[in-house]
């Protein structure tokens, strides 16, 4: 008993983070796969990267489906990090294994927010505060609860970078490092972006490495935007679905570069608009705007920052996604920063009010902003509003052959997305073996009306015959097909 005493002393903030840590796994463990069970997720995006995922662990290496043919998932994106997922499929070959993973690998942020702020403030009770309000963190839990993205791990992956770094374990940064830019194409330059304070040691051969972090960085990224926005399209007679996010700066990749370097004016009149301003503010307020005491650590997210804020796209400037997932890390890291020096400017004030600030701030973001029981905007219809028939769908679902196309409403897609033919109506609608709907979807493409209105057309198609409806569920199915 004296040594259980002695270790619980010793290592009480350990213990109190990793309770913090297994109470966060439960809880957005719970949900992710609540919002799985009552047809909460979707085609987009948890069945494209369960797609792929599935389609690799079968020998179809990074291939997903758009179109109505099978494509490389690099005609999307470049998140080659589903490859390495891939092998967990041999444990449990189902979407929620990526929900688990995605939960599992963000709470782990929380330990190097911790080792960064005991490192940085030498403070451990500081360093805990800071952990815990990682978990805490509105921007954190969104992304976490909105389907899964391999892009959500480099949160992680970036803090466990920058720990590596200040650390001087330059083999773990390298490791961390690559992690992080096979989760996405732009992260590249921001992993570039770790090779300059680098270049400052004294050390020549921490020079070489900074260099070459930065040289192969942006080769990989300059390599990788040539294929996905320039090659790819080409090669299917398309642009590149993102370049139209920018069409206020131009009508393709260099002239969006060419403006945004040569119009300062222009992205200035972006960036201040009043849904840009508000964004910031959302960023930024969880902790309290502490992070701009140390604006250098912001730097590193400065690429993701002006992806985000001069999009068209407002998904893009809004924290509910996974679009905050490179920018979290450093407002954390800037944040710990800032802490520092306000301490150095007021080292009067007690630790205990710096430490109420930014807990005040933070329960603040979680009622205004948060997903969290409690909350104004709580995500909570995956436990309030289940699908009453979630059952039959699901079983109907299971017994589809996997040699047979799906087309299928965006809420059912990922339920169906282990094949190599899935599409997301209206895709598909007249070519499909099997087509699926589930009416209940108030985010239906192109409406719910209009899905509705294709029911009632299939219904006299004499290529598909209904196979079953029961209320919201509507299957179609080839004639020639058997089920």
């Known amino acids: 008993m004296k040594i259980i005493s002695l270790i619980i002393t010793k290592y009480k903030h350990e213990l109190i983070l990793v309770f913090f840590i297994l109470v966060y796994v439960f809880y957005f ?47 999307a994106h470049a998140d080659f990090m589903l490859i390495l997922l891939s092998p967990f499929y041999l444990l449990w070959s189902h979407p929620k294994m990526l929900l688990l993973i995605q939960t599992v690998v963000l709470s782990f942020g929380a330990i190097f927010v911790f080792l960064i702020g005991k490192e940085i403030l030498k403070n451990k009770n500081l360093a805990l505060i800071f952990s815990i309000l990682y978990l805490m963190n509105p921007l954190l839990q969104l992304t976490n609860l909105y389907d899964f993205h391999a892009v959500t791990l480099s949160t992680t992956f970036l803090l466990a970078s920058f720990y590596f770094l200040i650390k001087k374990k330059y083999f773990l940064l390298v490791i961390f490092l690559l992690l992080s830019g096979i989760t996405k194409e732009q992260v590249w330059i921001i992993v570039s972006i770790f090779g300059i304070p680098l270049l400052f040691k004294k050390d020549m051969k921490l020079k070489i490495l900074g260099a070459g972090i930065m040289l192969f960085s942006l080769f990989i990224f300059g390599l990788l935007g040539y294929l996905i926005w320039y090659a790819i399209p080409q090669s299917l007679g398309r642009e590149h679905f993102a370049v139209s996010y920018y069409s206020d700066f131009g009508d393709s990749p260099l002239q969006v570069i060419k403006t945004i370097i040569f119009s300062p004016q222009k992205i200035l009149s972006t960036v201040f608009k009043e849904d840009r301003l508000e964004y910031l503010k959302q960023l930024f307020i969880p902790l309290g705007f502490i992070s701009f005491l140390n604006p250098l650590a912001l730097v590193f997210s400065i690429p993701d920052l002006f992806i985000n804020l001069l999009s068209k796209n407002p998904q893009l400037h809004q924290i509910y996604y996974q679009y905050t997932a490179n920018i979290t890390p450093f407002i954390f890291i800037s944040a710990i920063y800032g802490v520092k020096i306000f301490i150095k400017w007021f080292p009067k004030i007690p630790k205990f009010f710096i430490s109420f600030y930014l807990i005040i701030f933070t329960l603040l973001s979680s009622f205004l902003f948060g997903p969290l029981p409690g909350g104004k905007n709580s995500n909570l219809d995956m436990f ?9 769908i699901e079983n109907f679902i299971s017994r589809i052959p996997q040699k047979h196309s799906v087309a299928a409403t965006n809420n059912l897609g990922s339920h169906a997305s282990q094949r190599r033919d899935i599409y997301t109506i209206p895709e598909g609608i007249d070519s499909a073996d099997v087509i699926l709907f589930l009416l209940n979807d108030q985010f239906a493409q192109p409406s719910l009306q209009a899905q509705k209105e294709m029911v009632e057309n299939l219904k006299q198609d004499k290529s598909y015959i209904k196979v079953f409806e029961k209320d919201d569920f509507v299957v179609f199915k080839k004639r020639e097909i058997m089920l």
């Not at 309030?384 to 039959?392: A, E, G, L, S, V």
């Open 29 to 75: 463990t719970t949900a992710s796969f609540f919002r799985y069970d009552n047809f909460y997720t979707g085609r987009f995006d948890l069945g494209n990267m369960d797609q792929t995922v599935w389609n690799t662990i079968n020998g179809r290496i990074f291939q997903a489906s758009s179109d109505l043919i099978p494509l490389s998932r690099l005609s």
């Open 384 to 392: 309030t509003k289940p699908q009453p028939k979630k059952q039959i």
